[in-house]
């Protein structure tokens, strides 16, 4: 018995670990080829050990086209639809956890029912209505959605509101506060993993749209990274180095992120809601 399990971990770990390969080899390959010249990566084939370090492509990359300004948008159209989706979701999700209301199991029905609905379904209504707006061509449609919520954060978060004792929301209307205090004071504090978590799921999802800017941003001056990056490859598609580079620099805040708060992403998703 102790053979077979001993048989029996060392498959997974390989299995792990050509899996792991499979799937850092192409981002190895990215930043081997980013460090090389344009004349190198034709030389150097699928090697991921670049012979010679060209950081000037880095360089290259931050001069050749408005980075800072596009990458100022990508922040603006990030860390704002962040604070308004966790805001409205967790105040949502308190409410149809805790709020004993007529009829509040339907209305939480419906809201989960609309992450049936594609993407698609809505998206032309909501260009028109931004047009009607006269927001087209500007950031507010990438940002102002954010704050009237998501279905699916709802749900996760009132799933961890619902889990929590009830009796601190009763100690605290002992103690004289009332439900968006109680809120404010009580549960959300407990639930700062599952905040956290949530927050570094949307960075990645924000900070890498393309789609949203595609349909409503026309002019270079509030282009997002993924979008400029779309142009800048039509442009320099020849020049892989840059490119690579240019792709990598883009990508680096979403892998920081991920590696320095994997630990909160496990704590958020697990919803244990216990202190």
Same mark, same amino acid.
Not at 236 to 248: E, I, K, R, Y
């Given at each position: 018995?102790? *053979?077979?399990? &001993?048989?029996?971990?060392?498959?997974? !770990?390989?299995?792990?670990?050509? /899996?792991?390969?499979?799937?850092?080899? #192409?981002?190895?390959?990215?930043?081997?080829?980013? $460090?090389?010249?344009?004349?190198?990566?034709?030389?150097?084939?699928?090697?991921?050990? #670049?012979?010679?370090?060209?950081?000037?492509? !880095?360089?290259?990359?931050?001069?050749?086209?408005?980075?800072? *300004? !596009?990458?100022?948008?990508?922040? &603006?159209?990030?860390? @704002?639809? =962040?604070?308004?989706?966790?805001?409205?979701? +967790?105040?949502?999700?308190?409410?149809?956890?805790?709020?004993?209301?007529?009829?509040?199991?339907?209305?939480?029905?419906?809201?989960?029912? +609309?992450? &049936?609905?594609?993407?698609?379904?809505?998206?032309?209504?909501?260009?028109?209505?931004?047009?009607?707006?006269?927001?087209?061509?500007?950031? !507010?449609?990438? =940002?102002?959605?954010?704050?009237?919520?998501?279905?699916?954060?709802?749900?996760?978060? *009132?799933?961890?509101?619902?889990?929590?004792?009830?009796?601190?929301?009763?100690?605290?209307?002992?103690? /004289?506060?009332?439900?968006?205090?109680?809120?404010?004071?009580?549960?959300?504090?407990?639930?700062? #993993?599952?905040?956290?978590?949530?927050?570094?799921? &949307?960075?990645? %999802?924000?900070?890498?749209?393309?789609? /949203? #800017?595609?349909?409503? @941003?026309?002019?270079?001056?509030?282009?997002?990274?993924?979008?400029?990056?779309? %142009?800048?490859?039509?442009?320099?598609?020849?020049?892989?180095?840059? $490119?690579?580079?240019?792709?990598?620099? @883009?990508?680096?805040?979403? $892998?920081? $992120?991920?590696?320095?708060?994997?630990?909160? @992403?496990?704590?958020?998703?697990?919803?244990?809601? /216990?202190?």
């Amino acid at each position: 018995m102790k *053979r077979r399990g &001993l048989l029996t971990t060392v498959g997974l !770990y390989v299995v792990l670990v050509v /899996g792991s390969v499979v799937f850092v080899y #192409p981002f190895l390959w990215m930043i081997a080829t980013s $460090l090389r010249s344009l004349a190198g990566v034709g030389s150097a084939g699928a090697s991921v050990v #670049p012979e010679e370090f060209r950081w000037d492509n !880095y360089v290259r990359a931050v001069t050749s086209f408005p980075f800072w *300004r !596009y990458t100022l948008n990508s922040v &603006l159209t990030t860390l @704002i639809p =962040i604070v308004g989706t966790v805001f409205s979701c +967790t105040l949502a999700g308190f409410a149809f956890a805790r709020l004993r209301v007529r009829f509040s199991g339907l209305v939480f029905g419906i809201v989960l029912a +609309t992450m &049936l609905l594609p993407g698609e379904v809505t998206m032309v209504p909501q260009f028109m209505l931004f047009n009607n707006l006269g927001m087209i061509d500007t950031l !507010y449609p990438l =940002i102002l959605p954010a704050f009237f919520g998501s279905p699916f954060f709802i749900f996760l978060f *009132r799933q961890f509101f619902a889990r929590m004792p009830s009796e601190l929301a009763d100690a605290a209307v002992v103690d /004289g506060c009332g439900w968006f205090r109680t809120f404010w004071l009580v549960y959300l504090p407990l639930a700062r #993993p599952a905040v956290v978590a949530v927050s570094i799921l &949307l960075f990645m %999802g924000y900070w890498n749209n393309f789609l /949203g #800017p595609a349909i409503y @941003i026309n002019s270079d001056q509030w282009k997002t990274l993924p979008l400029a990056l779309a %142009g800048f490859q039509s442009v320099n598609g020849t020049d892989t180095p840059l $490119l690579m580079a240019t792709s990598l620099l @883009i990508t680096l805040p979403c $892998l920081v $992120l991920f590696f320095a708060a994997q630990k909160h @992403i496990t704590q958020g998703i697990t919803f244990t809601g /216990g202190k």
